[in-house]
């Protein structure tokens, strides 16, 4: 996809494809023979849906990088290095009515626009307009109607609030399954604790996707985590655990696939640990620091593997019925698309400003208390 000098980190800007990274992604696929199945079983449209939400959710942070520059807001959590892991697993989820709940977090904005939310509303919801989820009331933003729990900010609250959604899902009989993603820092918290050993003694169709991006705010994973990687931590309560590539939306999206199969058969919690890099700060405002913290070996490390650009290496090679430049130029056409697509959303969340803006009264309705 096109780089943006203003915006993207460094290493995206000179970002040059590696053949043996992709080649890499698409072997890690082959060596594991049930998601090798479940890749070989997707159509072209249903590879192309996950580059085009991995590309709405980098253009959803531009944008919203792009109104910090500006001024038009002082701050915003981006996700930038880390779509694979939000797009590939909410892909594998039912969309509504009916379908499945998803529990996005700092780093899953993209889960909102991939359940359906458009990305209007969710650059509203960033402007605090009445025409956001939340109606300007909340930054942490929903839609019970799509199936996206808003968040809390108390990092780790939302394990036990999709686990709740899974209890309900199993009493009512439901064919329904609940995920959410927590980050390495947040498994320090209690109650993601209490929500896991509750999910694994009540086998919860519930699917925990551990997101380690080596980093909570300033600390960094071997400053707060003793134990080797999450896949025998989880395994600590019971709950199948797989590792996954979060750099690679396949591996990232066969896992998760077959770990909500497992839960609709009964034979939940499942968790997916998921390695990757932060490639930018906590938020907007500390970019610098973040780069200070890790040094630049390491962002060049995890640079070379930006998830969008391996992901067209591997789609080129993926859709080899199909010439190579032909796959290119469609993959242009869905980012010229998506570019389309966000800019409205921009227009239209600037014009809500004025159009819809919140009135002191707006706070008292719809309150419990
Ligand atoms: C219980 C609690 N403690 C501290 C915070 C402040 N806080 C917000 S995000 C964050 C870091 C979370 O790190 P991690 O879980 O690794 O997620 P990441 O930001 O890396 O995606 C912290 C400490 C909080 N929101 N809630
Ligand atoms: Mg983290």
Request: net charge negative; charged share 25%.
């Amino acid at each position: 996809m096109q780089r943006y000098a203003a915006y993207d980190p460094p290493e995206y800007v000179d970002w040059k494809p590696e053949p043996e990274l992709a080649e890499a992604c698409l072997a890690a696929i082959r060596a594991d023979t049930e998601r090798e199945a479940i890749i070989a079983g997707l159509s072209a449209d249903r590879l192309l849906d996950l580059y085009r939400g991995m590309v709405r959710f980098r253009l959803h942070d531009i944008a919203l990088k792009r109104w910090v520059r500006q001024g038009v807001i002082s701050k915003a959590w981006l996700a930038t290095g880390e779509e694979a892991v939000t797009i590939g697993a909410v892909h594998a989820l039912r969309r509504h009515p009916g379908g499945d709940v998803v529990g996005p977090m700092i780093r899953n904005a993209g889960a909102c626009h991939e359940m359906g939310m458009p990305v209007r509303a969710m650059l509203c919801s960033y402007l605090g307009t009445a025409g956001s989820p939340c109606e300007g009331r909340d930054l942490h933003f929903g839609d019970p109607q799509l199936g996206i729990v808003a968040p809390v900010s108390v990092v780790g609250g939302l394990c036990g609030v999709m686990g709740g959604y899974a209890l309900s899902f199993r009493y009512r009989a439901e064919d329904r399954v609940a995920l959410t993603w927590i980050g390495d820092g947040s498994t320090k918290s209690g109650e993601v604790h209490e929500a896991l050993n509750f999910a694994a003694v009540m086998r919860l169709p519930v699917v925990f996707v551990l997101q380690n991006n080596q980093v909570a705010l300033g600390t960094r994973l071997s400053q707060h985590h003793k134990a080797a990687g999450f896949t025998g931590w989880a395994k600590g309560y019971g709950i199948p655990c797989q590792a996954v590539d979060g750099n690679n939306v396949l591996d990232v999206y066969a896992a998760a696939v077959l770990a909500v199969r497992e839960c609709r058969a009964g034979r939940g919690p499942v968790a997916l640990a998921a390695e990757t890099f932060r490639m930018g700060g906590h938020a907007t405002h500390d970019e610098r620091e973040a780069r200070a913290t890790f040094g630049d070996e390491q962002f060049r490390y995890w640079g070379r593997r930006d998830p969008i650009g391996l992901y067209e290496e591997c789609l080129v090679r993926l859709m080899d019925d199909v010439p190579a430049d032909v796959t290119r130029e469609r993959l242009a056409g869905i980012e010229r698309e998506v570019l389309e697509e966000v800019e409205q959303a921009q227009r239209d969340a600037l014009a809500s400003r004025t159009a819809a803006e919140t009135t002191p009264s707006d706070e008292e309705s719809r309150c419990y208390a």
